[in-house]
């Protein structure tokens, strides 16, 4: 019997080191340790050994066969479920580098992006944005704003008009007037930021345009000075051109501002060290500022004895130029995909 | 304006680099736009003397001249010039030398060499001039061989001044930018000399009289006669100043005239004295239709609304703009009437407009010219005609002055200076810098003085007696005053009343402390007047001379204390100021989630104009009576293209599609946001509602390898337009069948929020599709946003996370082809009721394989109750109920 049962081990090892099919470790399972296995039939056949030691060692024997053909057949299985992955896996390798599936990317409009973050910068230091309307009368653009009718400066501003009295706004200081009357009604500390379209009268190139935008901030209170001017457009200067940027200041006119001065910041370029775009100079003109003229204080329903103020104003589409280099201010109107999508 | 910085120091010393002068006055507001050399590159050419000239044998045009070039040297040197004499001074291009764009040397012309060139005035860059050789004026101190450019006043910079409108008026001349630096940087003026050797026993009033018509237009006429003056070219020194200044050299008396102007800012005109009819200068306005010829020799039509000068007989210039053909100075000309005018800038303005005449002349009139510098110009000019051209001077002036400027009184606190600046500076400083400007800092102590001896007797300025009144006394030295003793007494009452009036000012300034008191007795009352009350710290009394018409009110004073200290020394700092929770209006926030909804459901916004050519409308086929057709009109457009304002978003986008897909980028998802403009019956002003607009072609997502083509649809935009107002909370919002002409009749649906339509969205109709020269189909919503502001959730409303497991049902039916899904959709979500979680069709189907005029739909719903697992002995009813509410609309039901 032992003989038998050492031929029926060799025997099913050697099978089982042959499989290469997983279904096949089944089958094996069955014919050789099933009810129905050659191994089962010789183990049948103990009751009728003669000694109890016989029996005994027999039976310590057919089990340590059936332990041996079990382990050869989970680790064959193991073995073949490895290869297996291993091949599937192999199988379903793929080339990386081939593009994503494309995802439809929006885009927001770039110049509304750069109004956006000024924005913020002066949300963050606790200012309202303010905004007005386009069409204006006479009154709003220009008489409240201390620029009486036949004042040069309408010149400079060449209008568009719908009738005598009616036009359409050339900057968005009626915002001032319209906050200052409407929303504020005498009341300080008044903290406004005023983004919004305007229109001139211009041909258009380059850097010419009839319809654009204006960012123009205004503050009122008691004891407002040039030097907190100074500071504020310092702030916005560093939010959005980054923590190195210096403002300059230089004496300008303007007809709703006195003392009135031009704003600078240094060149974003060059540091400051002079280049082609400052055209040398290490400062770059960005828009007009001062203290809010009498005239206009008193137009807003404000005591200029009792309160000054600061505004200032430039345009966003010149930051976003400056910012990213534009060299074109149509391309903020014409919808070429192959502009905005860049942003 | 244009600054030859060697002129410019004849009449400041300041020890200066041209470049450093140009960034010092640059960073104090007198901006200097450009700095440039005013030699265009000619380089050792030099003053050539011809002694001799001939014929070339072998050209019939040159000639061959020897020419004196210095030390001892004749050079032969050929020119094709014909205005070339024996003895003439002329520029000599030597070998080795230079001019714009070439080196010279010998070169041979038919056989004979030439030792350089002879140059003319274009040759040269100094002027237009390229016909002949420049001759040089017959001068003593002209030598041969001195440095052409040194002669011609090259070796100079020009500094190009952009002024803004304050400064314009006073910086136009040099002088008035000499006032300037010397402020700014120091220096003392050199004020140009304006006596007149008057010749003895004459007497300008037996010459010529004047007469002022309109003294709103003309404030100031002053004539000046010269005699016996003989016409020619100017000295060389004159040509290139008058060159400097960008102008160009005509004769000795024109160019006298232009350089005044240039150095002290006061236009001249010069008339041929013998040719004024009559004795006699008329201001006035032009009669209708009467005709004038102007020196350019056209004829000009003229009316009322010209102002004109005239003789006895008729016009003889359009004031301040141009002067006549007939009484023009020419090589004839022996008497010469010299006018020093003021007239009003708008009308002048407005007369060079519309006469396309721009000159220096009008654009300093424009700009404003001090009518106390008349007398002094009209000296500097006879003066300078005497010595330049010959002739006497005739005695006195004729000075018609009817409405005076005088120098204005203004106050400033000082506390206030420095409250608005920011900066700390002592009165005594501020003085010093109004001081520095020309202006005279007194005290209030001053002007109490002078109103306690009251109005002085005005008869003859000569017997007048100044003393004790500072005030007055000071307005008398700040700028010129009239010496005919009848523009005196106007201009002493005009004076006096600015003088009292500031007195007045200053009472009330003190009035908290003094009473109600006004005049000297008040201010005196104020403690000696030394010191103001209370916070205004000390007050200035600020005598501001005419030139600076610039200067009205305190913070004008301020402005200008600040730039002479500089912007740079203004301190910087961070504002105190109560702390406010900014941020955006409610419109602005949503306007801003609106958009970042649409660019992140993949469109990208577009910004297109607001002023559209109202064929838009006719492209869109819009009826004749559609509302949109009533748009705003500009009465002075730019270009036909912008000359309405957009009453709709869709036109702008349509133009956005078609520039692209003509560039070949035809997948398209794109949106706007913006403000539209429509008319108010019996309203100024329009409204200006903001819209939405969208429009979806081509392919949706941008075609990859491994993506299936998904063409834009109806679906795919109402799918957009469901995101955003699901992004934005939006409640009752309803798509209706609509019947739009600009959208395909069968693909076009209107946005109702609230019941109320708001807007449209639909393919659009290929008729219009084809007019705007689209290729293909586009598909197009636009609608108003205010409407969507006011549906708004204002929060999202939370539903607890379920706990207990849903059970889905499939249902599939067939129904009428025209039985709209959103009926459906509702018997469905009525009849499931409250465990009812979702229905989602998720199959449509129509064609073969069912029955014509039909069409299958396939939803799938899933019920749950929030707090126990659902039976189906629970559900059975429930979705029975559903099963009979879709049978009763007429569903054929399949499962």
């Given at each position: 019997m032992k003989d038998q049962l050492l031929k029926l081990r060799d025997e099913a090892l050697a099978a089982i080191a042959g499989v290469s099919d997983a279904g096949a470790i089944q089958e094996m399972r069955v014919r050789y340790l099933g009810k129905k296995s050659e191994l089962s039939r010789v183990l049948g056949g103990l009751g009728k050994l003669p000694t109890v030691e016989e029996r005994r060692a027999?039976?310590?024997?057919?089990?340590?066969?059936?332990?041996?053909?079990?382990?050869?057949?989970?680790?064959?299985?193991?073995?073949?479920?490895?290869?297996?992955?291993?091949?599937?896996?192999?199988?379903?390798?793929?080339?990386?580098?081939?593009?994503?599936?494309?995802?439809?990317?929006?885009?927001?409009?770039?110049?509304?992006?750069?109004?956006?973050?000024?924005?913020?910068?002066?949300?963050?230091?606790?200012?309202?944005?303010?905004?007005?309307?386009?069409?204006?009368?006479?009154?709003?653009?220009?008489?409240?704003?201390?620029?009486?009718?036949?004042?040069?400066?309408?010149?400079?501003?060449?209008?568009?008009?719908?009738?005598?009295?009616?036009?359409?706004?050339t900057h968005t200081s009626n915002t001032q007037i319209r906050y200052m009357l409407e929303v504020a009604k005498g009341r300080t500390p008044v903290k406004i930021i005023c983004p919004g379209r305007v229109f001139r009268r211009d041909f258009e190139d380059a850097t010419?345009?009839?319809?654009?935008?204006?960012?123009?901030?205004?503050?009122?209170?008691?004891?407002?000075?040039?030097?907190?001017?100074?500071?504020?457009?310092?702030?916005?200067?560093?939010?959005?051109?980054?923590?190195?940027?210096?403002?300059?200041?230089?004496?300008?006119?303007?007809?709703?501002?006195?003392?009135s001065a031009e704003m600078d910041i240094s060149c974003i370029f060059c540091g400051g060290k002079g280049c082609r775009t400052c055209k040398g100079s290490g400062w770059i003109e960005i828009g007009g500022s001062g203290m809010v003229h009498p005239n206009v204080l008193r137009a807003g329903g404000y005591d200029p004895e009792e309160v000054s103020g600061w505004a200032f104003g430039y345009g966003p589409e010149r930051v976003a130029m400056l910012m990213y280099g534009i060299e074109d201010i149509r391309h903020f109107v014409t919808g070429d995909m192959r502009f905005l999508r860049q942003f | 304006m244009r600054v030859s910085y060697n002129w410019l120091m004849d009449y400041v010393d300041v020890d200066l680099s041209p470049q450093e002068l140009a960034e010092r006055l640059t960073a104090r507001g007198v901006v200097v736009e450009n700095l440039v050399s005013a030699n265009p590159g000619v380089e050792g050419v030099v003053v050539g003397r011809v002694v001799a000239m001939e014929r070339h044998p072998n050209a019939d045009t040159l000639w061959v001249c020897q020419v004196d070039v210095g030390g001892g040297e004749v050079l032969q040197i050929l020119t094709g010039a014909q205005n070339v004499t024996v003895g003439a001074l002329v520029p000599a291009a030597v070998p080795g030398s230079k001019l714009p764009g070439m080196t010279m040397g010998v070169k041979k012309l038919r056989g004979l060499d030439s030792h350089g060139m002879l140059c003319s005035e274009a040759e040269l860059k100094v002027g237009d001039d390229e016909d002949g050789i420049l001759i040089l004026p017959p001068e003593e101190d002209l030598e041969p061989g001195m440095d052409i450019a040194e002669v011609l006043g090259l070796n100079d910079w020009i500094l190009e001044l952009d002024l803004t409108a304050n400064y314009a008026a006073h910086c136009q001349s040099m002088v008035g930018v000499a006032q300037e630096v010397a402020a700014l940087v120091g220096g003392e003026v050199i004020a140009p000399e304006t006596y007149t050797e008057d010749a003895p026993d004459t007497d300008v009033n037996d010459l010529i009289s004047i007469q002022i018509d309109t003294p709103d237009l003309c404030s100031r006429y002053v004539a000046r006669v010269v005699r016996g003056v003989k016409i020619g070219p100017s000295p060389q020194w004159l040509q290139a100043r008058v060159r400097a200044a960008?102008?160009?050299?005509?004769?000795?008396?024109?160019?006298?005239?232009?350089?005044?102007?240039?150095?002290?800012?006061?236009?001249?005109?010069?008339?041929?004295?013998?040719?004024?009819?009559?004795?006699?200068?008329?201001?006035?306005?032009?009669?209708?239709?009467?005709?004038?010829?102007?020196?350019?020799?056209?004829?000009?039509?003229?009316?009322?609304?010209?102002?004109?000068?005239?003789?006895?007989?008729?016009?003889?210039?359009?004031?301040?703009?141009?002067?006549?053909?007939?009484?023009?100075?020419?090589?004839?000309?022996?008497?010469?009437?010299?006018?020093?005018?003021?007239?009003?800038?708008?009308?002048?303005?407005?007369?060079?407009?519309?006469?396309?005449?721009?000159?220096?002349?009008?654009?300093?009139?424009?700009?404003?010219?001090?009518?106390?510098?008349?007398?002094?110009?009209?000296?500097?000019?006879?003066?300078?005609?005497?010595?330049?051209?010959?002739?006497?001077?005739?005695?006195?002036?004729?000075?018609?002055?009817?409405?005076?400027?005088?120098?204005?009184?203004?106050?400033?606190?000082?506390?206030?200076?420095?409250?608005?600046?920011?900066?700390?500076?002592?009165?005594?400083?501020?003085?010093?810098?109004?001081?520095?400007?020309g202006m005279v800092v007194l005290k209030p102590a001053d002007l109490a003085a002078d109103l306690a001896l009251g109005a002085p007797e005005t008869g003859e300025e000569a017997g007048e007696d100044l003393s004790g009144r500072p005030v007055w006394t000071a307005m008398h030295q700040v700028s010129p005053v009239p010496s005919d003793p009848d523009a005196y007494r106007t201009w002493a009452e005009a004076a006096w009343a600015e003088l009292e009036a500031a007195g007045k000012r200053l009472a009330s300034l003190m009035g908290a402390g003094v009473g109600a008191g006004v005049g000297a007795g008040a201010i005196e009352g104020a403690g000696g007047g030394l010191v103001g009350a209370g916070d205004a710290g000390e007050i200035l009394v600020v005598v501001v001379?005419?030139?600076?018409?610039?200067?009205?009110?305190?913070?004008?004073?301020?402005?200008?204390?600040?730039?002479?200290?500089?912007?740079?020394?203004?301190?910087?700092?961070?504002?105190?100021?109560?702390?406010?929770?900014?941020?955006?209006?409610?419109?602005?926030?949503?306007?801003?989630?609106?958009?970042?909804?649409?660019?992140?459901?993949?469109?990208?916004?577009?910004?297109?104009?607001?002023?559209?050519?109202?064929?838009?409308?006719?492209?869109?086929?819009?009826?004749?009576?559609?509302?949109?057709?009533?748009?705003?009109?500009?009465?002075?457009?730019?270009?036909?293209?912008?000359?309405?304002?957009?009453?709709?978003?869709?036109?702008?986008?349509?133009?956005?599609?078609?520039?692209?897909?003509?560039?070949?980028?035809?997948?398209?998802?794109?949106?706007?946001?913006?403000?539209?403009?429509?008319?108010?019956?019996?309203?100024?002003?329009?409204?200006?509602?903001?819209?939405?607009?969208?429009?979806?072609?081509?392919?949706?997502?941008?075609?990859?390898?491994?993506?299936?083509?998904?063409?834009?649809?109806?679906?795919?935009?109402?799918?957009?337009?469901?995101?955003?107002?699901?992004?934005?909370?939006?409640?009752?919002?309803?798509?209706?069948?609509?019947?739009?002409?600009?959208?395909?009749?069968?693909?076009?649906?209107?946005?109702?929020?609230?019941?109320?339509?708001?807007?449209?969205?639909?393919?659009?109709?290929?008729?219009?599709?084809?007019?705007?020269?689209?290729?293909?189909?586009v598909y197009v919503a636009e609608f108003a946003f205010a409407p969507l502001m006011d549906a708004m959730l204002p929060q999202a409303v939370y539903r607890p996370v379920p706990r207990f497991p849903a059970?889905?049902?499939?249902?599939?039916?067939?129904?009428?082809?025209?039985l709209p899904a959103d009926r459906l959709e509702a018997a469905i979500r009525e009849a499931g009721g409250g465990l009812l979680e979702e229905v989602r069709l998720f199959d449509v189907y129509q064609g073969e394989r069912v029955a014509e005029g039909k069409r299958s739909l396939a939803y799938h719903l899933v019920y749950r109750a929030a707090d126990r697992t659902l039976t189906d002995a629970e559900l059975e009813p429930v979705h029975n109920r559903v099963r009979e509410a879709l049978k009763a609309l007429g569903a054929e039901l399949r499962s």
């Open positions: 027999m039976g310590a024997l057919g089990n340590e066969i059936k332990q041996a053909i079990t382990q050869a057949l989970d680790a064959r299985e193991a073995e073949l479920a490895a290869a297996e992955l291993e091949a599937r896996l192999a199988a379903e390798r793929i080339d990386v580098t081939l593009p994503g599936a494309p995802v439809r990317r929006g885009h927001l409009h770039i110049l509304y992006q750069v109004i956006h973050r000024i924005e913020e910068i002066f949300i963050a230091m606790g200012y309202e944005v303010a905004e007005s309307r386009q069409v204006e009368t006479d009154w709003y653009n220009f008489e409240a704003l201390n620029i009486p009718k036949g004042h040069p400066a309408r010149d400079a501003q060449d209008s568009l008009f719908i009738s005598d009295e009616v036009l359409l706004r010419h345009a009839m319809m654009f935008h204006q960012v123009e901030g205004l503050v009122i209170d008691k004891g407002i000075t040039l030097a907190s001017l100074k500071g504020a457009l310092t702030e916005m200067a560093r939010g959005l051109f980054g923590p190195d940027v210096g403002i300059r200041l230089r004496p300008s006119y303007f007809p709703f501002t006195e003392p | 960008g102008m160009r050299p005509i004769n000795n008396i024109v160019d006298i005239a232009n350089f005044v102007m240039l150095e002290m800012g006061q236009p001249l005109h010069t008339f041929d004295y013998q040719k004024i009819r009559g004795q006699k200068i008329i201001v006035r306005r032009a009669h209708s239709g009467e005709r004038f010829t102007t020196l350019d020799g056209q004829e000009r039509v003229l009316d009322e609304n010209v102002l004109v000068i005239a003789d006895a007989e008729g016009p003889v210039a359009l004031a301040g703009v141009m002067g006549g053909e007939d009484s023009e100075v020419t090589d004839e000309t022996v008497d010469i009437l010299i006018e020093s005018a003021h007239f009003d800038n708008i009308n002048n303005r407005r007369t060079s407009l519309r006469y396309n005449l721009p000159s220096e002349a009008s654009k300093r009139f424009t700009k404003g010219v001090d009518p106390s510098g008349c007398v002094a110009a009209a000296d500097r000019a006879a003066q300078l005609i005497a010595e330049l051209a010959g002739g006497m001077v005739v005695a006195g002036h004729v000075d018609a002055y009817p409405r005076p400027t005088v120098p204005s009184v203004v106050l400033l606190r000082t506390e206030r200076a420095n409250g608005l600046t920011g900066l700390k500076l002592s009165p005594e400083r501020m003085a010093a810098h109004l001081q520095s400007l001379p005419t030139r600076r018409s610039d200067i009205a009110i305190e913070v004008d004073l301020i402005e200008e204390i600040a730039r002479c200290e500089g912007y740079d020394q203004i301190p910087l700092e961070l504002p105190v100021l109560p702390s406010t929770r900014g941020g955006r209006t409610r419109q602005g926030e949503v306007k801003l989630a609106a958009r970042r909804a649409l660019a992140g459901a993949g469109l990208t916004e577009v910004l297109t104009h607001s002023l559209v050519h109202p064929r838009v409308y006719d492209l869109l086929g819009l009826p004749e009576d559609d509302p949109h057709r009533r748009f705003l009109t500009l009465a002075n457009p730019m270009y036909d293209d912008r000359s309405t304002l957009r009453t709709m978003l869709l036109p702008g986008v349509l133009d956005v599609v078609r520039y692209n897909v003509n560039r070949q980028i035809r997948d398209l998802a794109i949106f706007e946001i913006s403000h539209v403009y429509r008319p108010v019956e019996g309203e100024l002003l329009p409204e200006e509602p903001l819209m939405v607009a969208l429009a979806l072609t081509g392919n949706l997502a941008p075609l990859g390898w491994n993506s299936p083509e998904r063409p834009a649809d109806f679906f795919a935009l109402k799918g957009v337009v469901e995101h955003l107002l699901a992004e934005l909370g939006v409640q009752g919002a309803r798509f209706e069948r609509s019947e739009n002409s600009v959208l395909h009749p069968g693909r076009q649906a209107a946005l109702l929020i609230g019941g109320e339509p708001v807007g449209y969205l639909g393919e659009l109709h290929p008729t219009v599709q084809e007019r705007w020269e689209l290729p293909g189909r059970v889905a049902r499939d249902v599939a039916m067939l129904v009428d082809l025209d």
